[in-house]
């Protein structure tokens, strides 16, 4: 036998598992190689600079001079304050220049790639896993939000968290107490993501895989209590959390933003389905093999959920309104597009197809990851239903986010096998994404650079959104 025989083979998993850091490393790369040019140029172009300016810095620096004890009563945010406390405490304990609490305030996005890529990493090749995490790199509420001051993906970190928390296979108790800490500071940093207790809800009740009931939802039913009550008792301090911000605020959001938020979207189910109607055709071969078994073994289930999503989102109003919190992102497109009674083919015919597609996805993937999905999804919807303000910048890093994991999640494939089209669909989609986000980044307008005049108490602020 030669020397070379003797030596040990590389396997196709083993060089995946050799790859996996890859994925995380090319995301957070680009984000930096993206972002960081423009955080040491000062530059502060369009609404996500403009919210910096006018909310998030004054109530970073309005925190600082308050330190150690800021007024959380009423403040410059519509969020819980937790993103801005930790800027704050960066700016006394380092440096309060805006290039550090710039650079302080990018790494929540640098987490969110790291953890992306490192859970799509996990599930699929490493170029599949880098083309689907890259839509959300590139998407205009990822990327500028983590260029300026804004805690929009200091929300989505934590809720990617919490989702692979719940679709871990093994439910114990320090899943269970790792969740409830979680959660507890997610909803610190923005309290309407306190729908994120649900997945953790059903991953409790379905407990781990390797029990003899983890593949269904109603057996065994005494066994699922316990544990089930123990994941409730450890979400509850986030529920305490967001009950005493009601209390302080007299509100969900602070007083200075109440009449901003003041009132329900009955949209939404419908708009978040559309969102997965335009990007979910970018990941279609991963639906396809699920589609194809349900119209071959069972296709009355296709056919209720097209009819359901068509029932969703054609009940409510779908016109453009900015009164009534449906303005900015598709909205726009909404506002130049045909109505009928009321309804918009633009969010109404998307929404049935994504509701196809992700159904076709779901199929693909195991029991526990469809249930968490699904709950996760429902109360998603629930939440972003509570809040008037139907805007895009709220929803679309979660449409991406959710196609990235279940795309990576259906049938894993052996590396070098992955379909060309699985790849590529995400890819183009990344392309188109980059191409709006950076021309929207040249055409937006130059915020001035100085300090916002103060408002008077009680002013409701207007954002600028797109």
């Given amino acids: ?187 610190l940093i923005r309290q309407i993501h306190i729908w994120a207790a649900v997945p953790l809800w059903i991953a409790a009740w379905l407990g781990s895989a390797s029990s003899d009931t983890s593949h269904s939802l109603t057996r065994d039913i005494p066994s699922r209590i316990p544990r089930s009550l123990l994941m409730l008792a450890a979400t509850m301090p986030a529920f305490a959390a967001v009950a005493y911000f009601v209390y302080i605020w007299n509100g969900l959001v602070p007083p200075t933003f109440q009449d901003l938020y003041a009132g329900r979207s009955p949209a939404a189910a419908g708009f978040v389905l559309a969102l997965f109607g335009f990007f979910g055709p970018f990941f279609v071969a991963d639906a396809w093999p699920g589609l194809r078994r349900l119209w071959t073994r069972n296709r009355m289930v296709l056919l209720a959920v097209a009819a359901g999503a068509f029932v969703v989102a054609a009940a409510p109003i779908t016109t453009y309104d900015v009164d009534a919190g449906r303005w900015t992102g598709l909205w726009n497109i909404v506002s130049r597009s045909p109505i009928i009674f009321d309804r918009s083919p633009v969010i109404v015919l998307p929404a049935v197809l994504g509701a196809v597609l992700l159904t076709g996805m779901l199929v693909g993937v195991d029991f526990r990851m469809r249930c968490v999905m699904i709950a996760a999804l429902i109360a998603f919807v629930a939440a972003q239903s509570a809040s008037p303000q139907l805007w895009q910048r709220y929803n679309e890093p979660f449409v991406l986010i959710l196609l990235a994991l279940l795309s990576c999640s259906t049938k894993p494939r052996a590396a070098g096998s992955q379909p060309f089209i699985a790849t590529a669909g995400p890819v183009l989609l990344a392309i188109m994404l980059a191409i709006f986000t950076t021309t929207m980044l040249s055409r937006w307008p130059q915020i001035d650079p100085n300090p916002p005049a103060e408002r008077e108490p009680g002013d409701t602020p207007r954002e600028n959104q797109q």
């Fill in 1 to 187: 036998m030669s020397a070379t025989d003797e030596r040990p083979r590389t396997t196709i998993a083993d060089q995946q598992t050799i790859r996996r850091p890859l994925t995380p490393i090319v995301l957070a790369t680009l984000f930096v190689v993206a972002a960081w040019p423009l955080i040491f140029s000062g530059v502060l172009v369009g609404r996500p600079a403009a919210d910096d300016r006018n909310y998030h810095e004054p109530t970073v620096r309005l925190f600082i001079e308050q330190w150690p004890r800021p007024d959380l009563s009423d403040y410059g945010s519509a969020t819980t304050p937790l993103y801005h406390l930790s800027l704050a405490a960066v700016g006394v304990i380092v440096n309060d220049s805006r290039l550090m609490l710039q650079l302080a305030a990018s790494l929540w996005t640098v987490g969110l790639m790291v953890l992306l890529g490192s859970a799509l990493a996990k599930r699929t090749a490493t170029t599949h896993a880098i083309a689907c995490g890259l839509p959300v790199l590139l998407s205009l509420y990822v990327l500028p939000p983590g260029i300026w001051l804004l805690p929009d993906n200091a929300g989505w970190l934590l809720v990617l968290a919490i989702m692979l928390l719940a679709l871990r296979p093994r439910v114990c108790t320090q899943t269970i107490v790792t969740a409830g800490v979680m959660l507890l500071v997610l909803v």
